[in-house]
């Protein structure tokens, strides 16, 4: 089965930047959705950014500009680089796949599948 490990995370300081990293093993299946999560202390889910099978990506508000997905479809790598941190950036952030379009909550299908997640820590 399909399963996902998120690397890259670490502690840095306000205005740096951070590349994650996720890897997928156990095939990688079209059409699919995949994205990248966060999650703060004391708050709900957040989607920061998705991409389509086409490559098409979506951002989050507080994000676009700042952060940028992408994939390498060869390796089963999802990306995200994460530019101009903010200590409101402050995260576990997790990787999503799901092997059907992203359709609106996408991430609460079934068949959705998450990493553990990768801590990121962004001191004022």
């Known amino acids: 089965q399909v399963q996902l490990m998120e690397a890259g995370g670490g502690s840095v300081q306000a205005g740096g930047s951070l590349r994650l990293y996720c890897s997928i093993s156990?095939?990688?299946?079209?059409?699919?959705?995949m994205g990248w999560f966060r999650q703060a202390p004391g708050k709900g889910r957040e989607e920061v950014a998705l991409?389509?099978?086409?490559?098409?990506?979506r951002y989050g508000d507080t994000v676009e500009g700042r952060f940028a997905i992408s994939k390498d479809n060869a390796k089963t790598t999802l990306f995200l680089q994460m530019n101009d941190l903010k200590h409101e950036n402050t995260a576990m952030y997790y990787c999503?796949?799901?092997?059907?379009?992203?359709?609106?909550?996408?991430?609460?299908?079934?068949?959705?599948?998450w990493g553990k997640g990768t801590l990121v820590t962004i001191s004022s």
């Open positions: 999503a796949f799901n092997p059907a379009h992203c359709e609106p909550n996408w991430d609460e299908d079934a068949m959705a599948r």
């Open positions: 156990g095939g990688i299946y079209s059409p699919n959705c």
């Open positions: 991409i389509d099978s086409d490559g098409h990506t």
